[in-house]
Nanobody
Framework: EVQLVESGGGFVQAGGSLSLSCAAS????????LGWFRQAPGKEREAVSC????????HYAASVQGRFTISRDNTENTLYLQMNSLKFEDTAIYYC?????????????????WGQGTQVTVSS
């Protein structure tokens, strides 16, 4: 059974940092591109970032470029998202997911298997 379990969300003031983790099991971890998506209240879910299986290719949404860093540890089957200089508009539920058709510019990303999400709240 595929499982993706996010952790690390919480409450932070604007300008602060949070680090999200996603522990994966039930599939060959390094064979899959992975991504982070988010959904803010009243908005559609959007792709934030992706990383390919060996970690050499990444893509970011323009809104987070330069502030967020995606990474993965294939020995620990874990995906990460380091979020710095957080803004109020980053408030959302963040989901990790396997990415169908590989890591590509985020506007073209499609999630496959999904985690349950972790809430990130940024106060202004």
């Amino acid at each position: 059974e595929v499982q993706l379990v996010e952790s690390g969300g919480g409450f932070v003031q604007a300008g602060g940092s949070l680090s999200l983790s996603c522990a994966a099991s039930g599939f060959t971890f390094d064979a899959y591109a992975l991504g982070w998506f988010r959904q803010a209240p009243g908005k559609e879910r959007e792709a934030v970032s992706c990383i390919n299986g060996n970690g050499e290719t990444t893509h970011y949404a323009a809104s987070v470029q330069g502030r967020f860093t995606i990474s993965r540890d294939n020995t620990e089957n874990t995906l990460y998202l380091q979020m710095n200089s957080l803004k109020f508009e980053d408030t959302a539920i963040y989901y990790c997911a396997t990415v169908t058709f590989g890591c590509r510019p985020v506007s073209a990303l499609t999630g496959g298997y999904w985690g349950q999400g972790t809430q990130v709240t940024v106060s202004s």
